[in-house]
């Protein structure tokens, strides 16, 4: 009974290469795992021959042979259990411990390094042999803890206070369905807010802050957790109201009107856009008009269509920050900032003050966004924010800035940090939508092989592993990296921004559409659970929606961003010198664009392909080349006398192509620095395999584009594909851990899918 | 003054050189287009040489030679009028009056050629010449109420008569927050049309109706303007409950319920999907166990789980369509349908039934979705819809269907009129979102160059366009499709529907996510507008999104095409012939992929890349290719032993993709059948280029696949993306007439963007 035709140190190894072959799971670059797993282990070199042999991709072993092993491993009766560590090791030992009962029972080391290396799962083998079916959280080499704790690193403190906080009854989730009663609820959570400091974060200490956007960031994402509504009327408040004092006000504006604006004691709102200018804030028709006699500034809304729009927290606001074309002795001195009282201390609209309300809207209905008109308002010169634009005593206009444009700009720019946040909400969203829908496919079974009495969990289909595994992984990406640009926006504050306003512009665009497929994603995952609004995801789908147009439409976002990178941050892009910046950047970029190196072009070995100097190179090389080629389009269109305005449409699609390869690129190599800085080498590696998803993923969504330039020859083409799908499935037994490592409160997973 | 270096033949050509340069329009294959214009015009050999020089896409003209055209135009002082008819045409001849007043003043029939079939539009040259800029709507060559005679065809009557009976004030939108005063006036509706007439319309003529779908599809797809509750209400009503009865049950069946239910005298629903079997139908738990003493089924929920779920009428409904595994002698027979009684007259539940609101969902909430619970519930052995399977007087099992498998697919084929009408309806919706997003772009400016007043419309830039004009293009071609397999539905119910079944289960899925990314586009398209209710979009999106679930999972729908296509649909996929099927298909079809053209491959003319013949097989191949290697792949793991599920499991996403695939091809090959039917040779012109956009659009999306495998060369890949870009500009004047062309009717365009 218990004879078989191999040596005992062999037999071991049979079970591995039965699994091996039935899955096909060793290419030719992966013998070398094999290889040098065996060669640690205690084999004489017959034996290493033979096992080399078995294992050769060149010449798989006959169906025979493999028949014969699965015999061999049926007989000995062994079944499998999942719940320990390295399942197929155990068992590989079992069968071995079958047929040679004198062995010890020790792991072997060299199996448990082939079970590793190889990524071979439960989900490769489970249906080869009987066995226990369990889920297996309890056995992966990670926690969730580590992971949240390596994500939250320095703002650690900040984040486990407002966690606890979290725990408030004021935060426990409620279904609104009248905007009016979801409004007043909304409200008196961002007193609460307030109430706790929270709102006066991000300000200078002297008005109750820390005089640091990261914190605040954090604060930002968890508030979607509790309600989408919550973080934008937070955001509006704190953010852009408070925001516009403190960056375009200066020291008088600061004391009169922080303290009481972060205790949410002053309720303000932000009155930039209008119902005819959206994207073109530059267009605005609201006029603010000096009067020297009175000393005071008249703001008007000169047409029906020219009222501000969609302005939040225009219901419940005594002031508005407005934005309008100042002019000064007759003069327009362009786009400037104005503080105005519309309602009075009893809450009645100031005189010449119209306020409508935008009514229903497709999420954020707990936001009370409002259309204003302003009917020859006057307010004090002093409620000019006149940080960038001041009136002096004689009544002149002065700037620190001449250029108008540059202006503009500069005061614009002041406003980068609130992108960044609707970013970081957005992927906040996305986040909590995976979790979600990564716990329901670890509990809902849906069909089965014959042979199952128990259907399969919908998380073992390779096409759910791929539609959750690759947005889990981006979402660990996209967090690091804007951890990392808030970090430098709070070193970088009051100084030349423009580096920093290209690389959001371009995120919050890449990272907000992001979310809503992700989102998406989850909710079609959860199939008709998902559409209940119990399960919260409805929700998040309808709010992070309009992430991808406030703020700034992402599709004119991207062209910014791609701006930024033709003119290398140098520049201003509407400038007089900017046909010589392109040829510049193009003659610069030219030179660095070195030739693709054919052995690169052809190799497909997992160690090449899970390389990231393969991926950072080859990211850089997408944008460089892009902008080559912008840059060359658009010289040779004005060099014939087409206007600039022109040559930019017509090279629009290409910028927006470029503007978004520019942010995979930065998203992949700020992620590439983070790595380094994981002191944890067993968690190093689990996010090494994350960025490798993102970066293969990416460059699988435009292996047209590298195919078309030669710089993936057909076959790495098709092996980055199959890697995609095997890596999502390596990953698969961590995506509990992955989203635990979210470190969303439990509080805040009210969905009953997600228990 | 008036002098000039031209002869006064050759001069009018002048303006067209200089547009043709400044944008590129010309490529080497278009000269032909040049050539034959100006062969037919009267000009000298001489003229005509000179005339090719000048257009010779090899020997460009200086930027000299450009600049002094440019000169001789202005020096003209002829300004540009943009709503006539060849706008450029009669440019050219205003000009060259300038010069040679005595020419007369008729249009040139060449340059009209030239102006037509180059696709030059007033977007490619407005920037160059000083002019109006008006929309030119009523200037062009089509129609939209001839593009709407030639999508309705045959089912004119019907349609015409249900538009008008839409201005009916009951159909009036209202915006709606409370699920209950919702779902009151959606059943308001339904009655309102049942007793027009409209609810049996499906049935037979002894039931009210004239026994096709066809007509009942185009009701349906115009019910998405009203309210898309109404639409599900409406098809949950007549379609599944009434469907039911009438394709399961028997005349007596028929006799006795279809009257009231047509009537909606009796309201009923379709008791299928449980809490833990939604995809899986033939999993369900609920048992339907035969007692022949009493000639009694007694139909019971088993676990708590195993309720009935997310059933719509559910707290209307006096009847249920119940599915339960029904028990006989003891004997699973499998799954069938039995009516049961839920409610008295009285409207009170019955004993036995319990029923729960399903409560707030993403979209939909006119629908009362709820839960249903049967605790051991008696129903007369009558009930059993028995055309399929029956229990004779002895109280033994009958059915005209020997394999219970086959017996279980007859049934659920029978309703897959529903799954048609699915994606019949959010076709719908995703037009009615193009009609506002289009109607918004074309009143919608944002920005503009230095030199104009008037900002741009958002029409008028690239990514625009092509973010609205393909998917239009793609709504019509869907549109024919549909119209197409819903006739072929009407002609061989009945009869063996295993083929229809595959193409329905491809195309719901690929219509139901074509609409879901096409409404997210118009809603972004139309910015924060696009998000306030009022506009429609939003409610839009959350009403079709459950689209992409319900009446099959659309991710389980392709995999169910995929075996469809891969069993060439002759055989039960899960027969043991499978094996051989597989290796007849894969054989087959490898004898019939020729090998590919190198000349095609390369080829990158305009004729080429327009011509349907290299769409259509460039299509097929596609299907063909991904259905021969996912036959060798299954039969390559089989034949190593793999069970047969597992090895489905290792190529599911490759089947999702060749699902998808044949749906893309299917849809082009009947559209290109379609276009042969249109009488009307100049409206045939535009549908054939809606095709082609189709079908370059489904090249592009999967270029990197046509890559890999050889098919495309890499300068045709990119060739196809310029194509694109200028084939949506071409197209961009005619968005208002074709998104007119829908017969949207204007009351139903309740958006206040879209007026």
């Not at 309890?138 to 984040?159: A, L, R």
């Not at 852009?240 to 200066?250: A, R």
């Not at 500069?410 to 996305?430: D, F, H």
Request: aromatic share 10%; proline share 3%.
């Amino acid at each position: 009974m218990k004879t078989q035709p191999y040596s005992s140190t062999l037999l071991k190894y049979i079970p591995f290469l039965y699994v091996i072959w039935a899955d096909d799971l060793i290419s030719p670059s992966e013998i070398q795992v094999f290889k040098s797993a065996i060669e640690k282990d205690d084999l004489n070199s017959e034996e290493k021959k033979q096992l080399l042999s078995l294992a050769n991709p060149d010449n798989p072993p006959t169906l025979e042979t493999r028949k014969n092993w699965k015999e061999l491993i049926d007989a000995s009766g062994v079944t499998l259990t999942e719940n320990i560590s390295y399942p197929l090791s155990a068992f590989s030992e079992k069968v071995a411990n079958y047929y040679n009962s004198t062995e010890k029972n020790q792991l072997n080391q060299s199996l448990k390094a082939i079970e590793l290396n190889l990524g071979i799962q439960p989900n490769h083998y489970r249906h080869l042999f009987k066995g226990t079916l369990k889920v297996q959280e309890n056995i992966i080499p990670y926690q969730s803890e580590v992971i949240d704790q390596i994500m939250k690193g320095d703002n650690t403190e900040y984040i486990d206070e407002f966690r606890s906080l979290l725990k408030d009854a004021i935060f426990d989730w409620k279904l609104f369905r009248d905007k009016d009663a979801h409004r007043a609820h909304v409200l008196n959570q961002v007193k609460f807010l307030a109430e706790k400091g929270y709102g006066a974060l991000g300000y200078q200490k002297a008005y109750g802050g820390i005089g640091k956007m990261t914190p605040y960031g954090s604060i930002f994402e968890h508030l979607m957790y509790i309600d989408a509504s919550l973080t934008v009327k937070f955001g509006v408040q704190f953010g852009l109201f408070g925001g516009s004092i403190q960056n375009l006000g200066t020291k008088k504006h600061h004391d009169k009107w922080l303290n009481s604006t972060g205790k949410a004691q002053t309720l303000g709102c932000f009155a930039m856009t209008e119902t005819r200018h959206g994207s073109n804030v530059k267009g605005i028709k609201t006029t603010a008009t000096y009067i020297h006699e009175t000393k005071s500034i008249i703001i008007n809304t000169p047409g029906p269509n020219d009222n501000k729009e969609y302005i939040g927290n225009a219901l419940h606001s005594s002031m508005a920050t407005v934005f309008a074309q100042l002019i000064v002795n007759g003069e327009n001195k362009g786009v400037h900032a104005i503080l105005c009282e519309i309602r009075n201390k009893e809450g009645n609209l100031n005189e010449g003050i119209t306020v409508e309300d935008n009514g229903y809207k497709l999420g954020l209905n707990g936001v009370d966004n409002g259309k204003i008109w302003f009917n020859n308002v006057a307010v004090p010169k002093e409620n000019l924010l006149n940080r960038f634009g001041d009136i002096d005593d004689q009544g002149n206009y002065t700037s620190p800035i001449e250029n108008s444009n540059k202006r503009f700009f500069t005061m614009l720019g002041t406003l980068v940090g609130g992108r960044i946040c609707v970013a970081k909400g957005a992927l906040s969203g996305a986040k909590y939508a995976l979790h979600i829908a990564t716990k329901y496919a670890l509990n809902r079974r849906q069909f089965n092989s014959v042979s199952n009495i128990q259907e399969d969990l919908i998380m073992d289909y390779p096409s759910h592993q791929m539609r959750l595994m690759i947005p889990i992984a981006s979402s660990y990406v996209y967090q690091a990296t804007l951890d990392k640009i808030i970090r430098d926006y709070d070193t970088v504050i009051n100084q030349d921004t423009r580096k920093i306003e290209t690389q959001v512009a371009a995120l919050k665009a890449t990272i907000t559409w992001f979310a809503n497929n992700t989102i998406q994603e989850c909710r079609e995952a959860c199939g008709g659970k998902g559409y209940l609004l119990e399960n919260r995801i409805g929700d998040l789908k309808n709010d992070v929606d309009i992430f991808t147009t406030f703020e700034g439409d992402n599709t004119v976002l991207l062209q910014l961003a791609a701006k930024g990178v033709l003119t290398d941050f140098q520049s201003d892009f509407n400038s007089d010198s900017f046909v010589d910046i392109l040829k510049y950047v193009g003659k610069n970029i030219s030179d660095k664009l070195t030739t693709i190196n054919p052995i690169f072009t052809n190799k497909t070995d997992k160690e090449h392909l899970y390389s990231s100097e393969f991926h950072l190179e080859a990211l850089r090389y997408r944008t460089r080349r892009l902008t080559f080629s912008a840059a060359s389009r658009m010289r040779k269109y004005i060099k014939s006398g087409m206007p600039s305005y022109q040559a930019f449409l017509k090279v629009q699609t290409h910028l927006i192509v470029l503007g978004e390869a520019y942010a995979h690129q930065m998203s992949y190599k700020i992620f590439t620095d983070f790595l380094q800085t994981i002191g944890d080498k067993e968690h190093q590696q689990l996010f090494e395999k994350l960025g490798t998803l993102y970066a293969l993923q990416t460059i699988k969504t435009n292996a047209d584009w590298y195919l078309e330039h030669g710089y993936l020859s057909t076959n790495k083409s098709k092996a980055i594909k199959r890697r995609l799908e095997r890596l999502c499935s390596e990953l698969r037994p961590y995506a509990s851990t992955l989203v635990d490592g979210y470190g969303i409160p439990k509080k805040c997973i009210t969905a009953p899918i997600a228990k």
